[in-house]
């Protein structure tokens, strides 16, 4: 039998829950009657406003323009009026402008027109990918034309598609292989053209079996030369070091990039946008998000443009089927805990959980049962770095290679006294980067 392909060290095997959302088809969110549409939807510096408090906007319009290297566009989601520009503070926490948009009651319809993409260079395609606001939507929203940029002396080898979605209860990477596969497919080979790679993969777990079949076949038919690989069910597996390690048996050396190693990753979602944004022209305003858990009435899959409040995705899905203990942001391991309903989605989103009431657990000391240290998938120390960062040694933590942690959450799920390790590396991060 063959083995199949995994990461080796580390990782862990949380109940993936996504049966509460992954036979729901994607949905279309009825326009809310206000969007909040920030100036921080991805990874770097806030982009700069174009647009004043009651000016009118079209939908795809740039309303706000990357104001440094790591930065993006951003764009209308609708039609309309802005009513205001105040601040807002998002699910991560970080505080930034945002325009409160009032839409139309009349939408134009969606772009149609298709343009042919193979016929254009490699620099129109970058160009387009940075106008249109393209970002990774995996969750790190990492400015896509920053990423496509090789910089000279520099090749890829790989260009890996990450269709893993190992999250728990998220399934809107899922659902867009299933019914955008094509599109998908598509938006993989613009990627591979852009940075130029001798191979395209994308890495799928085995736990989407039918995303497999139904990918590959759309591969085999059209012809495009796409390499599916099943990969086993595993936690972290859609980080791009593990993915990596995976699909093309090469490990990331600390400090370095995926690029060091030939390879470029992206997230099945921003293949699609790529998709959307070359062949349709249309610019990043809208993405799909899982809206699921225990305590949602009606879990859903759904389409919604940037800048939806949550409070709108709720009431869409049926509110609540029962109180809950907590809501996330993302996913379970590594999303972030709601206070506000009332906050808007971002391009990163992926995902809206509501999950039920846990049973409290109380902290007890470390005993070095060395379970962290097992399930660390990039082979740190954890009970180590906690203890370093506890007693206010940030810097021993930083020289012991606290930034190489991933926030994973691993280390916090396998520990049996319920120590807030990733919360303590966060922590250590933030105040080790001051010394």
């Known amino acids: 039998m063959q083995k199949v392909p995994t990461f080796s060290k580390g990782g862990v ?6 049966v509460f959302s992954c036979s729901k088809p994607i949905e279309r969110l009825p326009l809310p009657t206000e969007l909040l549409v920030s100036l921080s939807q991805h990874l770097g510096a806030p982009a700069k406003a174009l647009k004043a408090k009651g000016d009118t906007v079209r939908r795809g319009e740039k309303i706000g323009e990357a104001s440094g290297f790591i ?10 009026t802005i009513k205001d520009i105040r601040k807002v503070t998002l699910a991560n926490s970080i505080k930034c402008d945002a325009f409160v948009i009032v839409p139309d009651p009349e939408q134009e319809s969606e772009p149609t027109e298709t343009f042919d993409w193979k016929s254009q260079d490699k620099s129109d395609l970058l160009r387009q990918v940075k106008d249109l606001g393209i970002v990774g939507l995996g969750g790190a929203t990492f400015p896509s034309h920053v990423k496509f940029s090789i910089p000279a002396g520099k090749s890829v080898d790989a260009f890996v598609v990450n269709g893993v979605e190992c999250e728990p209860y998220l399934t809107a990477d899922y659902r867009i292989m299933l019914e955008k596969g094509d599109e998908v497919l598509i938006g993989a080979m613009i990627g591979s053209k852009i940075i130029g790679a001798k191979r395209t993969i994308i890495g799928i777990e085995m736990n989407k079996v039918d995303c497999i079949e139904h990918l590959s076949s759309l591969a085999k038919e059209k012809g495009y030369p796409i390499e599916i690989i099943g ?4 936690y972290p597996q859609g980080d791009e070091k593990q993915l990596l390690k995976a699909t093309i048996h090469k490990e990331i050396p600390s400090g370095k990039l995926p690029l060091d190693i030939g ?3 992206a997230n099945v979602g921003t293949c699609h946008a790529l998709y959307e944004a070359i062949v349709l022209h249309k610019s990043l ?4 998000i899982s809206i ?3 305590c949602i009435k009606e879990p859903k899959n759904v389409l919604a443009p940037i800048g939806t409040k949550f409070s709108d995705l709720l009431a869409f899905c049926g509110g609540f089927s029962a109180e809950p203990g907590k809501l996330v942001s993302g996913g379970p391991m590594m999303g972030f805990s709601l206070f506000d309903v009332d906050t808007p989605m971002v391009k990163g989103s992926s995902g809206l959980l509501a999950l039920p009431a846990q049973k409290k657990v109380k902290n007890s000391p470390c005993i070095n049962c060395g379970r962290c240290v097992a ?3 990039i082979g740190l120390m954890p009970s180590h770095l906690y203890r370093y960062i506890t007693n206010g040694e940030y810097e021993e933590a930083m020289q012991h290679s606290l930034m190489d942690c991933k926030e994973c959450g691993c280390c916090s799920y396998v520990c049996p006294a319920h120590l807030p390790l990733v919360h303590g590396m966060k922590t250590g991060k933030k105040l080790g980067r001051k010394k």
């Open 13 to 18: 095997h949380p109940r993936d829950q996504k």
């Open 292 to 294: 699921t858990g225990e």
């Open 231 to 234: 990969l086993k069910v595993k």
């Open 285 to 288: 305003y809208e993405r799909v």
């Open 71 to 80: 930065s993006a566009n951003v764009h209308s989601p609708v039609s309309g």
């Open 375 to 377: 399930a660390c998938p």
């Open 263 to 265: 390879a470029v990753v």
